[in-house]
Protein backbone atom coordinates (compact mmCIF):
# COMPACT_ATOMS: atom_id res chain seq x y z
CA UNK A 1 0.00 0.00 0.00
CA UNK A 2 2.80 2.98 0.81
CA UNK A 3 4.39 1.48 -2.84
CA UNK A 4 1.41 2.59 -4.44
CA UNK A 5 0.90 5.86 -2.13
CA UNK A 6 4.57 6.91 -3.65
CA UNK A 7 4.32 6.10 -6.98
CA UNK A 8 1.17 7.78 -6.95
CA UNK A 9 3.15 10.72 -5.11
CA UNK A 10 5.44 10.75 -7.54
CA UNK A 11 3.52 10.77 -10.70
CA UNK A 12 1.66 13.61 -9.10
CA UNK A 13 4.50 15.71 -8.88
CA UNK A 14 6.01 14.70 -12.45
CA UNK A 15 2.71 16.18 -13.91
CA UNK A 16 3.05 19.79 -11.90
CA UNK A 17 6.34 20.19 -12.94
CA UNK A 18 5.00 19.39 -16.67
CA UNK A 19 2.87 22.27 -15.81
CA UNK A 20 3.71 26.20 -17.53
CA UNK A 21 3.35 28.94 -14.83
CA UNK A 22 2.04 31.36 -16.66
CA UNK A 23 3.49 34.80 -16.27
CA UNK A 24 1.45 38.16 -16.48
CA UNK A 25 2.05 39.69 -19.71
CA UNK A 26 4.07 42.79 -19.45
CA UNK A 27 2.40 45.92 -21.63
CA UNK A 28 4.50 47.11 -24.60
CA UNK A 29 3.93 51.01 -23.65
CA UNK A 30 1.85 52.58 -20.94
CA UNK A 31 -1.52 52.81 -21.71
CA UNK A 32 -1.01 57.24 -21.58
CA UNK A 33 1.76 56.90 -23.95
CA UNK A 34 -0.58 55.65 -26.51
CA UNK A 35 -3.00 58.95 -26.46
CA UNK A 36 0.56 60.58 -27.80
CA UNK A 37 -2.34 62.16 -30.63
CA UNK A 38 -4.44 63.58 -28.64
CA UNK A 39 -2.69 65.03 -24.99
CA UNK A 40 0.82 65.98 -26.08
CA UNK A 41 2.28 68.92 -26.20
CA UNK A 42 2.21 68.50 -30.49
CA UNK A 43 -1.50 69.21 -30.11
CA UNK A 44 -1.26 71.96 -27.76
CA UNK A 45 1.21 73.54 -30.24
CA UNK A 46 -1.21 73.16 -32.83
CA UNK A 47 -3.69 75.00 -30.85
CA UNK A 48 -0.93 78.27 -30.24
CA UNK A 49 -0.32 78.59 -33.94
CA UNK A 50 -4.07 79.50 -34.71
CA UNK A 51 -4.28 81.44 -30.89
CA UNK A 52 -1.56 82.21 -29.54
CA UNK A 53 1.79 82.76 -32.28
CA UNK A 54 3.46 84.50 -29.27
CA UNK A 55 3.32 81.44 -27.36
CA UNK A 56 4.19 79.30 -29.61
CA UNK A 57 7.72 81.04 -30.54
CA UNK A 58 8.33 80.62 -26.91
CA UNK A 59 7.96 77.09 -26.81
CA UNK A 60 9.90 76.20 -29.95
CA UNK A 61 12.18 79.22 -30.52
CA UNK A 62 10.57 80.22 -33.72
CA UNK A 63 7.35 81.05 -35.62
CA UNK A 64 5.47 78.07 -37.55
CA UNK A 65 6.66 79.15 -40.88
CA UNK A 66 9.98 78.60 -39.57
CA UNK A 67 9.16 75.29 -38.06
CA UNK A 68 7.58 73.90 -40.99
CA UNK A 69 10.77 74.75 -43.51
CA UNK A 70 13.16 73.19 -40.69
CA UNK A 71 10.72 70.52 -40.74
CA UNK A 72 11.20 69.89 -44.51
CA UNK A 73 14.77 69.51 -44.26
CA UNK A 74 15.13 67.23 -41.56
CA UNK A 75 11.94 64.85 -42.07
CA UNK A 76 14.58 62.73 -44.93
CA UNK A 77 17.03 62.38 -42.08
CA UNK A 78 14.22 61.58 -39.17
CA UNK A 79 10.94 59.95 -40.57
CA UNK A 80 10.18 56.53 -39.63
CA UNK A 81 8.25 53.44 -41.25
CA UNK A 82 5.40 52.06 -39.14
CA UNK A 83 5.67 48.65 -38.06
CA UNK A 84 3.08 46.20 -37.56
CA UNK A 85 3.66 46.44 -33.97
CA UNK A 86 3.28 50.20 -33.72
CA UNK A 87 3.01 53.87 -35.12
CA UNK A 88 6.04 55.47 -35.91
CA UNK A 89 6.46 59.10 -34.10
CA UNK A 90 5.87 61.22 -36.90
CA UNK A 91 8.40 63.98 -38.03
CA UNK A 92 7.39 66.60 -36.69
CA UNK A 93 7.23 65.49 -32.89
CA UNK A 94 10.31 64.10 -33.02
CA UNK A 95 11.21 67.89 -34.13
CA UNK A 96 8.91 69.72 -31.53
CA UNK A 97 10.21 67.29 -28.88
CA UNK A 98 13.87 67.82 -29.49
CA UNK A 99 13.26 71.82 -30.00
CA UNK A 100 11.71 71.83 -26.24
CA UNK A 101 14.16 69.85 -25.12
CA UNK A 102 17.12 72.15 -26.66
CA UNK A 103 14.80 75.90 -25.44
CA UNK A 104 14.33 74.47 -21.47
CA UNK A 105 16.87 72.37 -20.92
CA UNK A 106 14.35 69.92 -19.32
CA UNK A 107 15.18 66.02 -18.62
CA UNK A 108 14.03 63.10 -20.58
CA UNK A 109 12.11 62.04 -17.58
CA UNK A 110 10.50 65.91 -17.47
CA UNK A 111 9.61 65.88 -21.16
CA UNK A 112 7.92 62.77 -21.47
CA UNK A 113 5.05 64.01 -19.94
CA UNK A 114 4.64 66.75 -22.37
CA UNK A 115 5.54 64.97 -25.49
CA UNK A 116 3.76 61.59 -24.71
CA UNK A 117 7.19 59.90 -25.70
CA UNK A 118 9.05 57.25 -23.14
CA UNK A 119 12.37 58.81 -21.68
CA UNK A 120 14.69 55.91 -23.01
CA UNK A 121 12.90 56.69 -26.63
CA UNK A 122 13.39 60.76 -26.33
CA UNK A 123 17.26 60.23 -25.12
CA UNK A 124 17.53 58.31 -29.03
CA UNK A 125 14.82 60.62 -31.00
CA UNK A 126 16.78 63.77 -30.09
CA UNK A 127 20.36 63.02 -30.69
CA UNK A 128 19.14 61.73 -33.98
CA UNK A 129 17.31 64.97 -34.33
CA UNK A 130 20.25 67.02 -33.77
CA UNK A 131 22.38 65.41 -36.11
CA UNK A 132 19.99 65.84 -38.78
CA UNK A 133 19.82 69.33 -37.79
CA UNK A 134 23.60 70.19 -38.32
CA UNK A 135 23.88 68.35 -41.19
CA UNK A 136 20.76 70.27 -43.12
CA UNK A 137 22.25 73.71 -41.51
CA UNK A 138 26.00 72.60 -42.00
CA UNK A 139 26.32 76.07 -44.85
CA UNK A 140 24.87 78.07 -42.00
CA UNK A 141 28.37 78.32 -39.80
CA UNK A 142 31.18 79.30 -42.26
CA UNK A 143 34.28 81.58 -42.77
CA UNK A 144 34.28 84.60 -45.64
CA UNK A 145 36.48 82.57 -48.68
CA UNK A 146 37.61 85.50 -49.89
CA UNK A 147 39.22 88.78 -49.55
CA UNK A 148 36.39 90.82 -50.57
CA UNK A 149 33.84 88.93 -47.64
CA UNK A 150 36.00 89.29 -45.01
CA UNK A 151 36.30 93.20 -45.74
CA UNK A 152 32.69 93.48 -46.07
CA UNK A 153 32.72 92.14 -42.61
CA UNK A 154 35.16 94.35 -41.33
CA UNK A 155 33.29 97.67 -42.34
CA UNK A 156 30.70 96.42 -40.75
CA UNK A 157 32.35 95.44 -37.33
CA UNK A 158 33.93 99.02 -38.00
CA UNK A 159 30.19 100.59 -38.19
CA UNK A 160 29.21 98.78 -35.07
CA UNK A 161 32.22 99.03 -32.45
CA UNK A 162 34.22 101.77 -34.03
CA UNK A 163 37.27 98.96 -34.36
CA UNK A 164 38.59 99.75 -37.87
CA UNK A 165 40.12 96.15 -39.75
CA UNK A 166 38.28 94.50 -37.02
CA UNK A 167 37.48 90.82 -38.85
CA UNK A 168 35.78 89.31 -35.68
CA UNK A 169 35.91 88.54 -31.60
CA UNK A 170 36.90 85.34 -30.40
CA UNK A 171 35.93 83.64 -26.95
CA UNK A 172 35.35 80.59 -25.38
CA UNK A 173 33.33 78.88 -22.92
CA UNK A 174 32.86 76.32 -20.53
CA UNK A 175 30.14 74.29 -20.59
CA UNK A 176 29.13 71.97 -18.24
CA UNK A 177 28.36 68.24 -18.12
CA UNK A 178 28.07 65.49 -16.09
CA UNK A 179 31.25 63.43 -14.68
CA UNK A 180 31.23 60.73 -17.65
CA UNK A 181 31.87 57.45 -16.88
CA UNK A 182 35.64 56.35 -16.34
CA UNK A 183 36.88 59.83 -17.06
CA UNK A 184 38.53 60.46 -14.38
CA UNK A 185 39.95 63.99 -14.19
CA UNK A 186 39.74 64.48 -17.89
CA UNK A 187 36.94 67.11 -18.34
CA UNK A 188 37.32 68.55 -14.70
CA UNK A 189 38.46 72.27 -15.09
CA UNK A 190 39.90 74.94 -12.68
CA UNK A 191 36.36 76.07 -11.63
CA UNK A 192 35.98 72.12 -9.97
CA UNK A 193 33.21 71.38 -12.34
CA UNK A 194 33.38 69.03 -15.51
CA UNK A 195 33.08 70.47 -19.14
CA UNK A 196 33.48 70.83 -22.69
CA UNK A 197 34.19 73.66 -24.16
CA UNK A 198 32.76 75.80 -26.58
CA UNK A 199 35.35 78.24 -29.02
CA UNK A 200 33.94 80.57 -31.44
CA UNK A 201 34.29 83.50 -33.60
CA UNK A 202 31.72 86.05 -34.20
CA UNK A 203 30.54 88.13 -37.06
CA UNK A 204 28.99 91.87 -36.28
CA UNK A 205 25.54 90.39 -36.35
CA UNK A 206 25.97 88.06 -33.58
CA UNK A 207 26.41 85.12 -35.71
CA UNK A 208 29.01 82.45 -35.81
CA UNK A 209 31.29 82.23 -38.37
CA UNK A 210 33.14 79.06 -36.55
CA UNK A 211 33.09 77.10 -33.73
CA UNK A 212 34.83 74.45 -32.12
CA UNK A 213 33.25 72.19 -29.32
CA UNK A 214 34.27 69.01 -27.36
CA UNK A 215 37.51 69.74 -26.09
CA UNK A 216 37.97 68.25 -22.63
CA UNK A 217 37.50 71.28 -19.75
CA UNK A 218 41.07 69.93 -18.33
CA UNK A 219 43.23 71.10 -21.29
CA UNK A 220 44.55 74.57 -20.60
CA UNK A 221 42.90 77.23 -21.59
CA UNK A 222 45.74 78.19 -24.15
CA UNK A 223 46.29 74.58 -25.77
CA UNK A 224 42.52 74.85 -26.74
CA UNK A 225 42.68 78.10 -29.05
CA UNK A 226 45.98 76.24 -30.21
CA UNK A 227 44.93 73.16 -31.02
CA UNK A 228 41.53 74.27 -32.88
CA UNK A 229 41.45 74.48 -36.72
CA UNK A 230 41.16 78.42 -36.82
CA UNK A 231 44.25 78.55 -34.62
CA UNK A 232 46.39 76.33 -37.54
CA UNK A 233 44.37 77.87 -40.49
CA UNK A 234 45.32 81.26 -39.13
CA UNK A 235 48.99 80.85 -38.76
CA UNK A 236 49.75 78.60 -42.09
CA UNK A 237 47.88 81.95 -43.79
CA UNK A 238 45.13 80.00 -45.26
CA UNK A 239 42.04 82.01 -44.26
CA UNK A 240 42.58 84.29 -47.13
CA UNK A 241 42.42 87.52 -44.94
CA UNK A 242 43.36 91.24 -47.02
CA UNK A 243 46.79 92.46 -46.87
CA UNK A 244 47.66 95.56 -43.90
CA UNK A 245 45.88 98.66 -44.73
CA UNK A 246 45.84 101.90 -43.47
CA UNK A 247 43.71 103.13 -40.17
CA UNK A 248 40.79 105.44 -41.29
CA UNK A 249 42.28 108.99 -41.91
CA UNK A 250 45.83 107.94 -41.43
CA UNK A 251 49.29 106.74 -43.07
CA UNK A 252 49.69 104.04 -40.33
CA UNK A 253 49.15 100.64 -41.98
CA UNK A 254 48.16 97.95 -39.78
CA UNK A 255 47.07 94.17 -40.45
CA UNK A 256 43.63 92.82 -40.10
CA UNK A 257 43.04 91.22 -36.79
CA UNK A 258 40.45 89.33 -35.16
CA UNK A 259 39.78 90.65 -31.12
CA UNK A 260 40.08 88.42 -27.98
CA UNK A 261 40.28 88.85 -24.31
CA UNK A 262 43.44 87.64 -21.91
CA UNK A 263 42.55 83.87 -22.92
CA UNK A 264 44.01 84.05 -25.93
CA UNK A 265 47.23 84.92 -27.09
CA UNK A 266 48.29 88.15 -28.34
CA UNK A 267 49.59 87.68 -32.19
CA UNK A 268 49.93 90.26 -35.11
CA UNK A 269 46.19 89.03 -36.44
CA UNK A 270 44.99 88.52 -32.64
CA UNK A 271 44.34 91.62 -30.51
CA UNK A 272 44.61 91.48 -26.76
CA UNK A 273 44.15 93.82 -24.05
CA UNK A 274 46.79 95.19 -22.21
CA UNK A 275 47.29 93.73 -18.40
CA UNK A 276 45.16 95.10 -16.26
CA UNK A 277 47.95 96.56 -13.74
CA UNK A 278 49.91 100.14 -13.51
CA UNK A 279 48.08 100.97 -16.90
CA UNK A 280 48.57 104.20 -18.79
CA UNK A 281 45.64 106.34 -19.98
CA UNK A 282 46.35 105.45 -23.00
CA UNK A 283 46.57 101.70 -22.32
CA UNK A 284 43.00 102.13 -20.75
CA UNK A 285 41.80 103.44 -23.23
CA UNK A 286 42.74 100.65 -25.75
CA UNK A 287 41.70 98.65 -23.44
CA UNK A 288 37.92 100.39 -23.24
CA UNK A 289 37.81 100.13 -27.40
CA UNK A 290 38.98 96.45 -27.54
CA UNK A 291 36.38 95.67 -24.97
CA UNK A 292 33.30 97.09 -27.18
CA UNK A 293 34.53 95.44 -29.96
CA UNK A 294 34.63 92.21 -27.77
CA UNK A 295 30.97 92.61 -26.39
CA UNK A 296 29.73 90.90 -29.72
CA UNK A 297 30.96 87.56 -28.84
CA UNK A 298 29.82 87.62 -25.12
CA UNK A 299 26.35 89.28 -26.27
CA UNK A 300 26.02 85.87 -28.98
CA UNK A 301 26.99 83.86 -26.28
CA UNK A 302 24.48 84.99 -24.06
CA UNK A 303 21.51 85.01 -26.94
CA UNK A 304 22.62 81.84 -27.38
CA UNK A 305 22.03 80.74 -23.40
CA UNK A 306 18.76 82.58 -23.28
CA UNK A 307 17.50 80.97 -26.16
CA UNK A 308 18.81 77.30 -25.63
CA UNK A 309 18.90 77.01 -22.02
CA UNK A 310 19.84 73.50 -22.57
CA UNK A 311 23.56 75.13 -22.16
CA UNK A 312 23.19 76.75 -19.02
CA UNK A 313 21.85 73.54 -17.29
CA UNK A 314 24.54 70.61 -16.71
CA UNK A 315 24.11 68.57 -19.88
CA UNK A 316 23.50 64.68 -18.06
CA UNK A 317 24.95 63.04 -21.46
CA UNK A 318 28.14 61.50 -22.47
CA UNK A 319 30.58 63.97 -23.98
CA UNK A 320 30.42 62.96 -27.74
CA UNK A 321 26.88 62.86 -27.44
CA UNK A 322 26.84 66.44 -25.16
CA UNK A 323 28.58 67.92 -28.08
CA UNK A 324 25.98 67.06 -30.95
CA UNK A 325 23.60 69.09 -28.51
CA UNK A 326 25.42 71.81 -28.16
CA UNK A 327 26.49 72.10 -32.02
CA UNK A 328 22.70 71.92 -33.28
CA UNK A 329 22.19 75.01 -30.87
CA UNK A 330 25.07 76.80 -32.44
CA UNK A 331 23.62 75.78 -35.66
CA UNK A 332 19.90 76.88 -35.28
CA UNK A 333 21.23 79.97 -33.98
CA UNK A 334 23.00 80.87 -36.91
CA UNK A 335 19.55 79.74 -39.05
CA UNK A 336 17.10 81.64 -36.67
CA UNK A 337 19.12 84.91 -37.06
CA UNK A 338 19.81 84.85 -40.87
CA UNK A 339 16.21 83.53 -41.33
CA UNK A 340 14.39 86.12 -39.17
CA UNK A 341 16.33 87.69 -36.99
CA UNK A 342 13.91 90.47 -35.33
CA UNK A 343 11.89 87.87 -34.30
CA UNK A 344 14.93 85.66 -32.68
CA UNK A 345 16.82 88.99 -30.89
CA UNK A 346 13.10 90.13 -29.44
CA UNK A 347 14.00 91.91 -26.42
CA UNK A 348 17.48 91.39 -26.64
CA UNK A 349 19.28 93.33 -29.82
CA UNK A 350 18.36 97.84 -29.48
CA UNK A 351 18.92 99.82 -32.23
CA UNK A 352 22.69 100.44 -31.61
CA UNK A 353 23.06 96.36 -31.19
CA UNK A 354 25.32 97.24 -28.08
CA UNK A 355 23.02 95.89 -25.38
CA UNK A 356 25.30 94.33 -22.36
CA UNK A 357 23.04 90.73 -22.24
CA UNK A 358 23.39 89.02 -18.93
CA UNK A 359 25.70 85.82 -19.63
CA UNK A 360 24.11 83.21 -17.65
CA UNK A 361 25.62 81.07 -15.83
CA UNK A 362 28.37 80.04 -18.42
CA UNK A 363 32.39 80.67 -16.89
CA UNK A 364 35.34 82.00 -19.29
CA UNK A 365 38.42 80.42 -20.11
CA UNK A 366 41.30 80.76 -17.72
CA UNK A 367 43.60 83.77 -18.73
CA UNK A 368 47.06 82.30 -19.74
CA UNK A 369 50.53 83.79 -18.80
CA UNK A 370 52.37 83.96 -22.01
CA UNK A 371 56.04 83.22 -21.60
CA UNK A 372 56.75 85.42 -25.16
CA UNK A 373 55.02 87.52 -27.59
CA UNK A 374 56.33 88.63 -30.44
CA UNK A 375 57.65 92.00 -30.78
CA UNK A 376 55.76 92.62 -34.07
CA UNK A 377 52.73 91.85 -32.17
CA UNK A 378 53.15 94.26 -29.92
CA UNK A 379 53.93 97.18 -32.33
CA UNK A 380 50.76 96.50 -33.95
CA UNK A 381 49.15 96.90 -30.37
CA UNK A 382 50.38 99.80 -29.97
CA UNK A 383 50.19 101.37 -33.15
CA UNK A 384 46.02 100.75 -32.64
CA UNK A 385 46.38 102.31 -28.83
CA UNK A 386 48.47 105.84 -30.37
CA UNK A 387 45.48 105.82 -33.48
CA UNK A 388 42.37 105.53 -30.61
CA UNK A 389 44.11 108.33 -28.63
CA UNK A 390 44.35 110.60 -31.58
CA UNK A 391 42.46 110.49 -34.69
CA UNK A 392 40.61 107.45 -34.07
CA UNK A 393 39.36 108.48 -30.93
CA UNK A 394 35.61 108.73 -30.30
CA UNK A 395 33.74 110.76 -27.75
CA UNK A 396 32.06 107.84 -25.69
CA UNK A 397 35.80 106.51 -24.70
Known amino acids: MNKKLACA ?26 KRRTVSQETLSKELVLSSPGDYKNVLRMDNETFSELLGLVTPYIAKRNTNMREAIPPSQRLSSTLQFLATGQTFEDLKFTTCISAQCLGKIIQETCSAIIEVLKDNIKMPQSEEEWMNESESYEKLCNFPRCLGAIDGKHIKIAKPRGSFSNYYNYKRSFSLVLMALVNSNYEFMMVDVGTNGRVSDGDVFANTQFSEQLK ?18 VPYVFVGDNPFPLMDNIMKPYAHTN ?11 LSRASRIVENAFSI ?14 CPEKASVVVLACCYLHNYLCQKNCTLYLEGIKDENAMAVVEERQLFSLEPINVQYTSS ?10 HYFNNVGAVPCQ
Request: glycine share 2%; proline share 4%; charged share 30%.
Open 236 to 253: GKALHIPEPRALPDSNVV
Open 376 to 385: SAKEVRNKYT
Open 279 to 289: LSKEEEIFNFR
Open 9 to 34: AIIIALECDTVKVKRKRKTWVNDWLK
Open 304 to 317: LVSRFQIIQNTIKL
